[in-house]
C-alpha cells in the first residue's frame, strides 16, 4: 500500500494571498499530492516578531483562504509554540505523529538559495522531499538546476524543481496597499478580503 502524500507550506501568511493558494495547487497538482498543509509560522528565527501580525488573525485569514479547497489542511503547531520555530523541528513532529506519510516541503527558488542559512540545514535536507518552485526566469534555470543537483549529490536530499507561473502577488505590497486605501480585490480570497476590513488590520501599519 503505497504511502499518503501531503505537501507542507508554510510562511507568515500576513495576509495569505491568491499567489500562495495558486502555487499550492499546482504542486499538488503536479506531485500528485493528497494533500498540502499550511502552516502559519510560529517565531521564525529570520523575521521580527513585533513586525508579524498576531498569529490568530493570520491563523483566521488563512482558514478562510483555504476553506474551499477540500484537499487544504490548516495546523496551528507553529502558532502554539512559545520558543523560535525551526523547520526541522516542525517536519520531525509531523513526521513522528504521521509515520504512514511521505512529507513534500513547498519552497520558493528564493528560499532555496538561502536554505543554507536554515537551522541544521544539512540534517533539514535528508528529512523529507523538497518541491523548489522556479520561476519563468531563463537567467536563473542553469544556476537553479545545478545547485539542486549538487544538494542531492552531496547531501542524499530529494529536491525537485517544478516551473512554476509567474504571480506576482506579495503580502508586503498588499499591507501597503491596504494602508494607502487602494483595493486589494482579487489578490487576496474574498474572506480574505472581508476580515482585513472588518478587523482594520494593516490600516494602522503595525499589522495589530
Known amino acids: 500500500m503505497s504511502k ?48 508579524i501580525s498576531p498569529g490568530r488573525h493570520r491563523y483566521n485569514m488563512t482558514l478562510l483562504a483555504i476553506s474551499t479547497n477540500p484537499h487544504f489542511r490548516l495546523s496551528a503547531m507553529e502558532l502554539e509554540e512559545r520558543n523560535t520555530t525551526y523547520t526541522i523541528h516542525t517536519i520531525k513532529r509531523l513526521q513522528a505523529k504521521y509515520p504512514e506519510v511521505d ?19 544539512k540534517e533539514l535536507v535528508t528529512l523529507c522531499d523538497f518541491i523548489v518552485l522556479k520561476r519563468p526566469d531563463r537567467d536563473m534555470d542553469k544556476e537553479l538546476e545545478i545547485k539542486v543537483e549538487k544538494f542531492n549529490k552531496s547531501y542524499n536530499s530529494s ?11 506579495s503580502s508586503t505590497d498588499i499591507r501597503a496597499r491596504v494602508r494607502e486605501g487602494l483595493s486589494i480585490k482579487y489578490l ?16 494602522d501599519g503595525n499589522g495589530k
Open 4 to 51: 499518503k502524500r501531503v505537501g507542507i507550506i508554510g510562511g507568515t501568511f500576513d495576509p495569505i494571498h491568491n499567489g500562495h493558494l495558486i502555487l499550492a495547487e499546482y504542486s499538488r497538482l503536479h506531485f500528485h499530492l493528497d494533500e498540502v498543509l499550511f502552516i502559519p509560522a510560529g517565531n521564525p528565527p529570520h523575521k521580527d516578531g513585533d513586525g
Open 103 to 121: 512529507f513534500y516541503f513547498i519552497l520558493g527558488s528564493d528560499s532555496f538559495f538561502d536554505i543554507h542559512n536554515w537551522g541544521s540545514y
Open 159 to 169: 529536491f525537485h524543481v517544478l516551473e512554476a507561473p509567474l504571480i506576482e502577488i
Open 188 to 203: 487576496v480570497p474574498e474572506g480574505v478580503e472581508s476580515y482585513i476590513e472588518k478587523t482594520g488590520l494593516y490600516r
